[in-house]
């Protein structure tokens, strides 16, 4: 009997002791453990900075939609799971129950609807029923709690475009969209499901900068999983805003000026279906406007874009809109690349104080090449050359250059001066603007010309025995051509032959350049060789105003000789007088106060209309602006591309740029 009178006493007094452990040393760190327990952490979003163009005016701001939210506790305690308040809800917003009823399930719950039409954000939160409504209609849930009870009016932000002066500017803006789940995952809680991301042009590229840093607040919640009350906050940091070069008055103009060239094209019943216009200073590279067409909308994307919307976004038929091509589409730069074969014949022994002749044709290596812009004009020398365009000059200063490095047999690695200075402009490599998805181009050179056979040679020879009889159902001299074509690349294609030498030198063939490296060529001109990376951005501005510059980056120097760079100069300046390519649409320019320089482009593309360039600068006196103009498929540079370029040289000097 003693012994268990022992054994209970030193039981009990163990649990004693235990009790006092439990309460006293270890009491504070369980109850610690308990609340965090039953708490959950509801993400805070910070607001998106915006985008400004060089006055502070927003292209791309935050705006506010109506929301109307529902608290989850009202839904789990009504006997109907909410039923009959959704659908009251639903009616007095004029919306179908079933587009509510949907959002009031966690995506990737028993019964829930495939997003959009669920809920994919935090199950802590009022669930946002309906957005996008009618402010008024909404009010009127408020003024009635007893008869919507748990209801309540959000704004929330949204993306939004103040379009100042008109200006859209779509293509350097982007857009921007929910992340998705592999974003989310991979972004180290940085994310969730209801962050917005960008996903084209200065959105993307600054993403970082314009979305800020999240907070949270951390929330009670019952067995059930409502919430009882909030136990801390930590503030959500802003975005900081995105200040651009961009002039909104004169990218309003811009726009206006490539859709009018393209209307232009079309009155003379030539396609026209793409284009880009943009406009670049010359002593620093600022990005001072830029479009891109056909154009669209990024408001589209503001609370999700409809399908049936991003399909003729991205609709080959509608000319795929959201491709910008300013910087992703490739265009041949046609007689705009001749102010590179200038210095580049010289180069390679040419005169300057020389004459040469402009025939309408030349016959090279047995095959007749004429001349696209111009008739013949006898005699001429290099200046005359590019006033009037004539093409069959550089063909002769071009197939003797290639004649002189060894024709055919030449190496690939032979130096080609028309190739080298083609690279020192900047060709064939991106400008590094800051904008996602920049195109490289392409020189086509003797080395690319024979990696190129090398990959696609089994499929040339396969076309060589069989032609092309899907071609020939509906054109049958073109089926014949690339039959022909097919055969002769099938045995020799690696070759480079002085056809493309010739090619070459006139921007023909298949050297591929974007607008925005056509004007960076013509900057790099105007401006004395300096090649300077081409900016958007020009800097951050914080919430407390405080501007962080974005310095200018000089990436490269052309070696171009100064008597050369002069004697170009001086011939472009002619090209927009009477007697020039472009001097009709220049005709009653104010050339005495800001004289311009430029030069047509007039692009043959085999099966296609011509596409159509012209690339200036002014004032030649002192430049500061370069613009360039391209319209695929819409015919002559002097009658499409060089009017919109006189237009927006008209809009600098009307707006005292």
Not at 289 to 303: C, I, K, N
Not at 382 to 401: G, I, M
Request: include cysteine; aromatic fraction near 6%; glycine fraction near 12%.
């Amino acid at each position: 009997m003693g012994v268990v009178v022992v054994l209970v006493v030193v039981l009990f007094g163990l649990l004693v002791g235990r009790l006092g452990e439990l309460q006293l040393v270890r009491g504070p760190q369980l109850a610690q453990a308990a609340a965090t327990a039953n708490t959950r952490t509801v993400t805070d979003h910070a607001l998106r900075g915006r985008i400004l163009d060089r006055t502070g005016a927003p292209l791309a701001a935050n705006t506010f939609t109506t929301t109307v939210t529902i608290e989850r506790a009202t839904l789990v305690d009504a006997p109907d799971g909410g039923r009959a308040l959704v659908a009251s809800v639903a009616n007095a917003l004029g919306l179908p129950f079933d587009r509510l009823w949907g959002k009031t399930m966690l995506c990737g719950t028993a019964g829930a609807p495939r997003s959009p039409a669920c809920f994919n954000g935090s199950p802590y939160v009022p669930i946002p029923v309906a957005t996008r409504v009618d402010e008024r209609r909404a009010l009127t849930l408020l003024e009635q709690p007893e008869k919507y009870p748990g209801v309540g009016v959000a704004a929330e932000p949204a993306r939004g475009y103040p379009r100042p002066d008109g200006a859209l500017a779509p293509h350097l803006l982007g857009w921007v969209a929910r992340a998705d789940a592999s974003e989310v995952a991979g972004s180290a809680g940085r994310l969730d499901a209801e962050d917005v991301v960008g996903r084209s042009g200065l959105e993307q590229q600054y993403d970082a900068v314009l979305r800020g840093t999240n907070g949270s607040t951390v929330v009670a919640v019952d067995p059930r999983g409502i919430v009882t009350g909030t136990v801390s906050t930590t503030a959500a940091v802003p975005g900081r805003d995105v200040v651009t070069h961009v002039d909104a008055r004169l990218q309003a103009r811009v726009e206006a000026a490539l859709a009018g060239a393209v209307a232009r094209a079309r009155a003379q019943k030539l396609p026209a279906d793409t284009g880009a216009a943009v406009v670049l200073d010359a002593t620093n590279g600022a990005v001072v406007a830029a479009a891109s067409y056909p154009t669209y909308d990024p408001g589209l994307f503001t609370g999700g874009i409809t399908p049936d919307r991003l399909a003729r976004l991205t609709s080959e038929a509608a000319g795929v809109p959201l491709s910008s091509r300013l910087t992703a589409q490739t265009f041949p730069p046609a007689s705009t690349f001749k102010v590179i074969s200038v210095p580049a014949a010289v180069n390679a022994g040419a005169r300057l104080d020389g004459r040469y002749d402009c025939s309408p044709n030349v016959d090279v290596g047995g095959r007749v090449f004429n001349n696209y812009e111009s008739r013949g004009y006898g005699l001429i020398d290099l200046h005359r050359t590019l006033v009037v365009s004539c093409d069959t000059v550089f063909y002769r200063l071009a197939y003797a250059a290639w004649i002189a490095q060894g024709g055919l047999s030449a190496p690939t690695s032979a130096p080609d001066p028309f190739v080298a200075m083609a690279r020192a402009f900047g060709l064939g490599r991106p400008t590094g603007v800051d904008l996602p998805g920049e195109a490289a181009g392409r020189v086509a050179d003797r080395q690319w010309k024979e990696a190129t056979w090398a990959a696609t040679r089994d499929t040339t020879c396969r076309r060589a025995r069989t032609g092309y009889p899907e071609v020939a159902r509906t054109d049958r001299t073109r089926a014949g051509y690339l039959t022909q074509l097919a055969r002769e690349n099938c045995t020799s294609g690696y070759q480079y032959r002085a056809g493309d030498a010739v090619n070459f030198s006139i921007g023909q063939g298949d050297t591929a350049v974007t607008p925005l490296q056509m004007a960076s060529v013509y900057a790099a001109l105007a401006n004395g060789g300096t090649l300077w990376q081409p900016q958007v951005a020009a800097g951050y501005r914080s919430a407390d105003g405080a501007l962080t510059p974005i310095a200018p980056r000089r990436v490269g120097t052309v070696p171009l000789r100064r008597d050369v760079g002069a004697y170009v100069r001086a011939a472009l300046a002619d090209v927009t007088r009477p007697g020039g390519s472009a001097g009709s649409a220049f005709a009653g320019f104010p050339q005495d106060r800001y004289p311009v320089a430029g030069k047509t482009g007039t692009g043959e593309v085999f099966g296609k209309a011509a596409t159509a360039w012209f690339v200036g600068y002014g004032p030649t006196t002192r430049p500061k602006y370069v613009v360039a103009v391209v319209v695929s498929q819409g015919g002559s540079g002097s009658k499409v591309a060089a009017p919109a370029v006189r237009g927006i040289f008209d809009a600098i000097l009307a707006l005292r740029m």
